[in-house]
């Protein structure tokens, strides 16, 4: 229970200073920014139907590629015992072993999709703080850019 408590009080501590710097953007920056930021949902979406997918969705290169790497490999591997375990139905101990390990592999792959599920909204909160600080950023500079045309 406390540490559902911890949660909440975080989120709403990050919730609030996420508002409160959107406030202080002007309202060209506010546009840019609700036009641009992502959503915790489609985030969790994604990573349930695509391994990693939310990740990928928050800009989050390497946790996406860890993830997707990660389930796609158990579930393979998993296939393969049991692929084994039926061929092997004539020798009981042999197929008993390949079950089992079949099992083990659905089982990492699981407890991996939950992390990867669980994970994404953090990923996109931090996506959107970074993208407040770089709208934020580009206000500041009052307009001075450099422009490279070739």
Excluded: R
């Excluded at 975080?10 to 506010?30: H, P, R, Y």
């Amino acid at each position: 229970m406390k540490t559902l408590l911890a949660i909440f009080l975080t989120a709403a501590v990050v919730s609030t200073s996420l508002s409160q710097d959107f406030d202080n953007l002007s309202g060209k920056a506010q546009m840019k920014y609700l036009f641009n930021k992502k959503e915790a949902g489609t985030g969790v979406l994604l990573s349930f139907i695509v391994p990693g997918g939310g990740h990928f969705y928050a800009e989050n290169g390497l946790a996406g590629t860890v993830y997707l790497l990660g389930e796609t490999s158990c579930m393979v591997w998993g296939y393969m015992a049991l692929k084994l375990a039926t061929e092997n139905m004539t020798k009981p101990n042999m197929a008993t072993a390949y079950y089992q390990e079949a099992m083990l592999a659905f089982i990492i792959a699981g407890i991996l999709k939950i992390i990867d599920i669980v994970t994404v909204p953090n990923a996109i909160d931090n996506y959107n703080e970074s993208l407040i600080q770089k709208i934020s950023l580009g206000a500041s500079s009052k307009g001075i850019s450099l422009k490279l045309t070739f």
